[in-house]
């Protein structure tokens, strides 16, 4: 039924120019510096908070809200989640976020245990 309507009705079907997949391929392509030319300032300070906290592996914050800063997906690999459940993982990252987190409309986190 599902993929009838959005033949019949493609207008109805909205799609994200951001997707699992895509996140997955450019977390593992590398991360991003915190003196990327194309980082935004909150996008630094993002990464510099992230990085003190975990050490992370891997680390990918991308404006994902059309480039007006509202919303940001992040994939972060670190050996400080290992042996935590997501839901635990999830919650130290917003819990390290939370004052970025109070200005801005959503966060999609994925995070990964090394």
């Known amino acids: 039924m599902l993929s009838l309507s959005r033949r019949v ?3 109805l079907h909205t ?16 991360s991003t510096t915190p003196n990327d030319p194309e980082l935004t300032t909150r996008e630094q300070t993002i990464w510099t908070k992230l ?15 059309g480039g007006c800063g509202t919303f940001y997906a992040i994939v972060i690999a670190s050996d400080k989640f290992t042996g935590l459940p997501m839901v635990k993982q999830h ?9 970025e987190i109070a200005g801005i409309h959503g ?8």
């Open 9 to 11: 009705f493609p207008a």
């Open 15 to 30: 799609t994200r120019s951001f997707s699992y997949t895509a996140l997955i391929r450019n977390a593992t392509a590398g």
């Open 51 to 65: 990085t003190n906290k975990f050490e992370p592996s891997q680390l990918q914050i991308q404006d994902v809200s």
């Open 91 to 99: 919650k130290l990252v917003t819990e390290t976020l939370k004052e």
């Open 107 to 114: 966060l999609q986190i994925q995070t990964i245990a090394k």
